[in-house]
């Protein structure tokens, strides 16, 4: 069975960084893409960042661009997001899962990120 367990969230003032990780296993890992999502509050979880197997980036949204860094340890099978130059917008719960997963997929228990003075 697919578990996910995110951790490094955290309230941090803007400006700030977090580094996010999230340990995977139910699953052979080093064969997929894995991304990163996020849900601010009141709406719908979204795709930030994903990576291949191979370690290269797939893609980024346009919002986090520059400023978060996705990567990936097969070993370990776990996904990481460095987080740099945090805004209040991205305030979220943050999430990681395979490419293209839906709410039919299991999710793990996320980590809150809060960026706020």
């Known amino acids: 069975q697919v578990q996910l367990v995110e951790s490094g969230g955290g309230l941090v003032q803007p400006g700030g960084s977090l580094r996010l990780s999230c340990a995977a296993s139910?699953?052979?890992?080093?064969?997929?893409?894995m991304s990163w999502y996020r849900q601010p509050p009141g709406k719908e979880r979204e795709s930030i960042a994903t990576?291949?197997?191979?370690?290269?980036?797939?893609n980024y949204v346009d919002s986090v661009k520059g400023r978060f860094t996705i990567s990936r340890d097969n070993a370990k099978a776990t996904v990481y997001l460095q987080m740099n130059s945090l805004k209040p917008d991205d305030t979220a719960l943050y999430y990681c899962?395979?490419?293209?997963?839906?709410?039919?997929?299991?999710w793990g228990q996320g980590t809150q990120v809060t960026v706020s003075s």
């Open positions: 899962n395979k490419r293209f997963a839906t709410r039919r997929d299991n």
């Open positions: 990576i291949a197997p191979t370690g290269g980036v797939i």
């Open positions: 139910g699953f052979t890992f080093s064969m997929h893409d």
